[in-house]
């Protein structure tokens, strides 16, 4: 039950927003996403890191890599984007306030200080040419082909999921979320994907307001519960997502040693039209 445990108190440090970066959040966060590259170790090292604060799926990375050399699933990084109004001769292109979230990002997790390169040479199993430019990534998110789901939800079969979702937990309530999501929304809806409709899965708001969330999450840590509990369902459907079916076991934790199911927790799947 730790990992399980684990999770709810991640999604409970998830649910309030840190005072530090309200100012960020009144500002237009601006992000780039930038193609995972599975065939490069720091790439492949530095997902497992973030996997790993994320407190989900930390193992899953290497199969990833093959999902993406199939072209079922696309990881991208989040980064966070130059200002636009730089002038080109000018080499610091970094405003006050990215610095601030990139230094507040590196103190929390020091072994991301050195940046990645953007050297992904596909995307979606179709050939790119990356820019070798050096960025730092405080997230990261994909686009998922399951076309089970989307048959089972009579969804089109160029629909894209959208899985795996992070920020950097000491920048989220800064907008970043938000603007990943925006971002990976128009990708999907053009090539290679031309997708019409976008989908997802998520935790509903009534488990995740539950006493037994609360009690994990706040009570047994010592924490005061927040007053306005955020929760991914939600924030969702600000988005414009609606819900179009549940599953009361939808994320399941097993012992590493033994394999059996130590707990489950429900989910729901909800989509967006993209045109």
Same mark, same amino acid.
């Given at each position: 039950?730790?990992? @399980?445990?684990?999770?709810?108190?991640?999604?409970?440090?998830?649910?309030?927003?840190?005072?530090?970066?309200?100012?960020?959040? !009144?500002?237009?966060?601006?992000?780039?996403?930038?193609?995972?590259?599975?065939?490069?170790?720091?790439?492949?090292?530095?997902?497992?890191?973030?996997?790993?604060?994320?407190?989900?799926?930390?193992?899953?990375?290497?199969?990833?890599?093959?999902?993406?050399?199939?072209?079922?699933?696309?990881?991208?990084?989040?980064?966070?984007?130059?200002?636009?109004?730089?002038?080109?001769?000018?080499?610091?292109?970094?405003?006050?306030?990215?610095?601030?979230?990139?230094?507040?990002?590196?103190?929390?997790?020091?072994?991301?200080?050195?940046?990645?390169?953007?050297?992904?040479?596909?995307?979606?199993?179709?050939?790119?040419?990356?820019?070798? !430019?050096?960025?730092?990534?405080?997230?990261?998110?994909?686009?998922?082909?399951?076309?089970?789901?989307?048959? !089972?939800?009579?969804?089109?079969?160029?629909?894209?999921?959208?899985? =795996?979702?992070?920020? =950097?937990?000491?920048?989220?309530?800064?907008?970043?979320?938000?603007?990943?999501?925006?971002?990976?929304?128009?990708?999907?809806?053009?090539?290679?994907?031309?997708?019409?409709?976008?989908?997802?899965?998520?935790?509903?708001?009534?488990?995740?307001?539950?006493?037994?969330?609360?009690?994990?999450?706040?009570?047994?840590?010592?924490?005061?519960?927040?007053?306005?509990?955020?929760?991914?369902?939600?924030?969702?459907? !600000?988005?414009?997502?609606?819900?179009?079916?549940?599953?009361?076991?939808?994320?399941?934790? @097993?012992?590493?040693?033994?394999?059996?199911?130590?707990?489950?927790?429900?989910?729901? @799947?909800?989509?967006?039209?993209?045109?």
């Amino acid at each position: 039950m730790q990992a @399980f445990s684990t999770t709810l108190a991640a999604m409970g440090r998830a649910s309030t927003a840190p005072p530090a970066l309200k100012t960020a959040s !009144r500002q237009r966060c601006r992000v780039e996403l930038i193609p995972w590259d599975g065939t490069d170790g720091a790439h492949v090292s530095r997902l497992m890191a973030q996997r790993e604060a994320c407190t989900w799926a930390q193992d899953e990375v290497l199969a990833w890599r093959e999902l993406m050399v199939q072209g079922v699933k696309t990881v991208f990084w989040v980064a966070l984007a130059e200002d636009e109004d730089d002038d080109d001769d000018d080499d610091d292109h970094s405003s006050p306030m990215r610095e601030v979230m990139l230094r507040t990002h590196c103190h929390e997790f020091p072994n991301e200080l050195e940046p990645l390169f953007d050297t992904a040479p596909t995307i979606a199993a179709n050939a790119r040419t990356p820019s070798a !430019r050096a960025f730092h990534p405080v997230g990261h998110v994909a686009l998922e082909a399951l076309f089970d789901r989307n048959a !089972r939800f009579d969804l089109p079969c160029a629909t894209y999921w959208v899985k =795996s979702l992070y920020i =950097s937990w000491p920048l989220q309530f800064s907008g970043l979320g938000s603007a990943a999501m925006s971002q990976l929304e128009r990708i999907a809806s053009n090539p290679p994907f031309n997708s019409d409709y976008i989908a997802l899965d998520t935790l509903p708001a009534d488990f995740q307001r539950s006493e037994q969330v609360q009690s994990i999450a706040f009570d047994a840590r010592g924490l005061p519960r927040p007053l306005e509990m955020r929760t991914n369902e939600d924030w969702f459907r !600000r988005m414009g997502y609606r819900v179009i079916g549940a599953d009361q076991a939808l994320y399941r934790r @097993f012992d590493p040693v033994s394999g059996s199911e130590v707990a489950a927790m429900p989910g729901l @799947f909800l989509t967006k039209a993209l045109r």
